[in-house]
Structures are given as C-alpha cells and as structure tokens.
C-alpha cells in the first residue's frame, strides 16, 4: 500500500476547449490516451463524502486499485491498495470489503465497513503529459449519461498547480474556471 498526498487544480472545460488542448498535447506525449473506470464507494447516507473524503475502486485495464482520499489542511491524503479482479466482484456483488490497511483505516477512522457499497462509475479517457514539474491530465468523462472535460494538474504545490493550469488553459486562449466539484460528486448526481 502507499501512502501520499494530492494536490491538484483543476478546471471544466467544453468540448471544442478539451479539443483544442488534447490535439495541443498529442503529438507533444509519446503515449496515448488510456481508459479507467472509477467505482466509487460510500454509505446510502454518504457519510464519507460528509466527512470530506472519498473512496473508489479503479479499474486500468485488468487492474484494480482502491484509493481513500482523507482530508487535510491542504490537499487530500492518499491511501492506495492494490486489490484482485475476484475482491472487486465481491465488493461489487456482495458488498464484501477487501481486506487491507484501507479496511483498517477506516475501521480506525470509525466507519463500519459492512455499510459500504459502490453506488456510481465514472469512466475516463484520459491523455498525460507531465508539464513543467505538474502532471497534466485531460480528460474526457463519461458517467449517467452525461459526458463533461476536465483538465486537471497535480504538483506537490498548490500554488503551482494552479499557475501551471492557467498557463496551459492560456496556450488555446482558454479562460481559467476553478473546478470545484469532483468526479465522484458528478458521477452520484442524477
């Protein structure tokens, strides 16, 4: 399992901007773009998102990883956990919780784990680009019928990924709106 803290800005995006920036950076990157499913996971009373954390299970090709995002003072620590296909189907069928420092954490944290169910999926189409000392992610996403752009960066510095995010937006003559809402917010929105 690892353990770190994210820092990101990010940014909606429409259509034509989200185009503007992949066809911008395509032919910049040498890889290309990748798919990932995020099942996210919470309580029917939602007492994660409450809390101001978030829980998902990400599906890259056959692999699956859990992911608790907690709250600090800035950013949002981040406990990841490699989990089999076989843990996900039962955590997708059965409510069945894998086992793990995740598991024990939120134990420790006072959640009971048996209350925890997938309740939205978010599907990604997502081009990289490590930019200056960020990661910039452009992402197409799709979820409920919906599809929406979302151009985020990470850096260890919140001021950072911020300027860095107003300048690539800046490269198309595209205007900086702070996202506020994440994945999972729009994804359990019907």
Known sequence: MSTNVEIEAKALVSKDEYL????????????APYTQTN???????????????????????????????????????????????????LMEANNRFPDGNIKEFLIMLGYDVNNLTIFASLTTSRLDYRYKSSLLSIDKNSYNGKVDYEIEMEDNSPLIAKQNLIEVLSLEDIPFRENKKSKVVRASEK
């Open 20 to 31: 503007k920036l992949f066809n911008h950076f395509l032919p910049l990157t040498n890889k």
């Open 39 to 89: 099942f996210y996971i919470d309580t029917k009373t939602f007492a994660l998102r409450k809390d101001g954390s978030g829980l998902r299970i990400r599906k890259i090709k056959e692999n699956y990883n859990m992911t608790l995002k907690v709250p600090l003072s800035y950013g949002l620590l981040e406990k990841n956990q490699e989990i089999t296909f076989e843990e996900f189907q």
